[in-house]
C-alpha cells in the first residue's frame, strides 16, 4: 500500500466532534476537530477570545481557555481553564511616570472551586509605597470576598467582563488616582469532587492502565446525553 493510500485510509477513520464552550457562555461552538478516537481529544486545549463568543469587538483583547473533559456522542464538553488579557493589550495600557500595581491571590468560591486571580491597576500618577500596599489590600479584600460569595460561573462572569474590576477601581481611586483597574489572568486550581478538592488537572484514560482506565473511560466518553 502507497504512503498517500494509507493517509487516506487514516482520515477516513477520523470523526468530526464538535466542541462547546460551558453553559455560563451559551455552549457557544468553539469549533470542530477530527479524531480517530474520542479519547485522544480528553484534556485538549481550546483558546478563544471573548469577541469570538460574544460578538462585541472591544473584548477582543480577552483570551480564553477551556479544556475538554467529556465526550457525548460527536460533543466535546469543556471546562473553564482560566483566561488572560493579551500582552500588547496590557503593554498598551503602561505609561511613563505612571505605577502598575500588580496583586495575586488565591480564592475560593461558593461553590467549591479554586483560583489563582491576577488583578492590575494603573495609576493617573507615580505612587508611593505605602498607596500600592493598600490599594493591592483593597483588590485582596474584594476578590476574596466576591469569590466566597459568588458561583464559579458567577465569579468568570464577573471576572471576564468587568464587574470585579470595576468596583476594585470605585474603592481603590480613593486611595490614589487610577487609570484602569483589569483582571489581568484567571487560573483553575482545584474542583470540588464528593472526596473532597481535587486539583484541576484533565486525565485521559489513554494514561492509565487496567480496572482504572476502563472506570475513568465511562465517565469520560458517553454514547449519547441522558
Known amino acids: 500500500m502507497s504512503s498517500k493510500a494509507r493517509v487516506k485510509d487514516k482520515w477516513r477513520l477520523k470523526e468530526w466532534y464538535t466542541i462547546v464552550a460551558p453553559p455560563v457562555f451559551g455552549e457557544a461552538v468553539l469549533g470542530t476537530t477530527p479524531s480517530d478516537d474520542p479519547l485522544k481529544l480528553i ?12 460578538g462585541d469587538f472591544t473584548l477582543l483583547h480577552v ?7 467529556k465526550v457525548v456522542g460527536k460533543k466535546c464538553i469543556t471546562r473553564f481553564k482560566g483566561h488572560e488579557l493579551a500582552r500588547d493589550y496590557v503593554k498598551s495600557l503602561i505609561r511613563r511616570r505612571s505605577s502598575k500595581v500588580q496583586g495575586i491571590f488565591d480564592v475560593k468560591t461558593k461553590d467549591g472551586y479554586e483560583l489563582r486571580i491576577t488583578a492590575m491597576a494603573l495609576t493617573s500618577y507615580r505612587a508611593k509605597t505605602s498607596q500600592k500596599k493598600a490599594i493591592r489590600k483593597i483588590m485582596q479584600n474584594i476578590i476574596t470576598k466576591r469569590a466566597s460569595e459568588m458561583t464559579l460561573d458567577e465569579l468568570i462572569q464577573a471576572m471576564v467582563f468587568g464587574k470585579l474590576s470595576t468596583e476594585i477601581f470605585n474603592e481603590a481611586k480613593k486611595i490614589y488616582p487610577l487609570r484602569k483597574v483589569e ?7 482545584k474542583i470540588p469532587t464528593p472526596e473532597g478538592p481535587k486539583p484541576a488537572v484533565v486525565i485521559s484514560p489513554l494514561m492509565l492502565k487496567g480496572k482504572e482506565a476502563e472506570a475513568l473511560k465511562k465517565q469520560v466518553i458517553v454514547e449519547s446525553e441522558t
Open 43 to 54: 484534556g485538549r486545549v481550546i483558546e478563544t477570545t471573548l469577541y469570538d463568543l460574544t
Open 183 to 189: 483582571i489581568a489572568k484567571s487560573k483553575l486550581l
Open 63 to 69: 483570551r480564553l481557555y477551556f479544556q475538554i473533559i
